[in-house]
């Protein structure tokens, strides 16, 4: 009995995990595909208008990429 109960925690964990896995790979793929693709043209336009972020005052920022990773 205690065999079946250590086997069926340990599929348990290993089906947990792939499902981590799979949407991690999805939720990566989906913010890939909702962000827009930038010409040169207009790429040229951004660094034109906007100073590069090593110049930029790194408080006036918030970084938001925890969500994204976890």
């Known amino acids: 009995m205690a065999n079946t109960l250590v086997v069926n925690d340990m599929l348990k964990e290993l089906i947990k995990e792939g499902v981590r896995e799979v949407l991690k790979e999805e939720r990566l793929q989906m913010y890939q595909a909702v962000i827009p693709v930038v010409t040169k043209k207009e790429m040229a336009d951004i660094e034109k208008r906007f ?20």
């Open 51 to 70: 100073a590069h972020p090593d110049a930029s005052n790194a408080d006036e920022f918030n970084d938001l990429t925890s969500w994204i990773t976890a």
